[in-house]
């Protein structure tokens, strides 16, 4: 039994997110999402019922440069082989940009030590016909040095209680950010947050609590006060899916 791990590229706009939620009894996915997908394809590629386990979930509409899965099977098809024809038979949006042979106990998802998220803010009076999916347009002035000051309140070993959206279960809220950083280039503000893991809608309740920082709207000094309180409906709006990218995972 060979277990191979692939780096993903997709587009995340017309899929239910990343994680398959139902299956027909005879196995296949009831929905369309990237796991599904890729599942389908794979396992008429190699003959076999294929479950292939993803580094991270990542949500409806959301994008990804570096996502990272692996899967178990028992065909001897050359690495190569399996990316090219999964290249030329998965949709247009997906596409597989590296594949290669990992260590039998190799797990996408246990193993990562970090994720890094990237969230794109077009700031500027006028929208953009380019990419009008992966950024979002803001008109109205930020000040981006601000939010970054805000956002060191956030590194480190925290209770991110403030900024998890509601699941289905309860879940610890504490995670460690390693990196978050605020970035003007041009008209773009680049968001990228590095961290051992994520809460659901994590990203994008801190980046709708930053730009609400960066329009004025909360005072200085507001980002320490909302961690603390451990309520999230002390923070800010849930930023939308359409800006955010899975960027790349660490083992």
């Known amino acids: ?27 296949l996915a009831t929905e369309k ?43 001897k098809m050359p690495m190569a082989v399996i990316q090219r024809a999964l290249n030329a038979l998965l949709p247009k949006d997906i596409v597989i940009v590296d594949i290669e042979e990992a260590k039998p106990d190799f797990n996408a998802r246990f193993d990562a030590r970090s994720k890094t998220y990237r969230y794109q803010i077009l700031n500027r009076d006028y929208s953009t016909a380019l990419d009008r999916l992966y950024q979002y347009h803001l008109p109205y002035k ?14 480190g070993r925290k209770d991110f ?18 990196r978050l950083s605020v ?29 609400e920082i960066g329009r004025g709207k909360f005072s200085p000094g507001s980002m320490r006060k909302i961690l603390r309180a451990k309520d999230r409906t002390q923070a800010g709006p849930t930023a939308p899916a359409k800006g955010l ?3 790349r995972v660490r083992y």
């Open 1 to 27: 039994m060979r277990n191979v791990k692939i780096e993903i590229e997709y587009d995340g706009t017309n899929y239910r997110g990343w994680q398959i939620q139902q299956r027909r009894p005879e196995g």
């Open 33 to 75: 999402t990237i796991q599904g997908i890729i599942e389908r394809v794979l396992s008429g590629i190699l003959q076999d019922e294929i479950r292939i386990i993803g580094a991270g979930r990542t949500d409806a509409g959301v994008h990804a440069l570096g996502q990272t899965a692996n899967f178990k099977t028992k065909s």
């Open 142 to 155: 930020l000040d981006p040095k601000l939010m970054q000051r805000e956002a060191r309140v956030l590194i």
């Open 161 to 178: 209680k403030s900024f998890q959206a509601a699941d289905k279960k309860e879940r610890m809220s504490v995670r460690n950010i390693r």
């Open 183 to 211: 970035r003007k280039d041009g008209p773009v503000i680049n968001i990228d947050i590095e961290a051992n893991g994520f809460l659901y809608n994590m990203v994008r309740n801190i980046v709708g609590t930053l730009i």
């Open 245 to 247: 990218s899975l960027l």
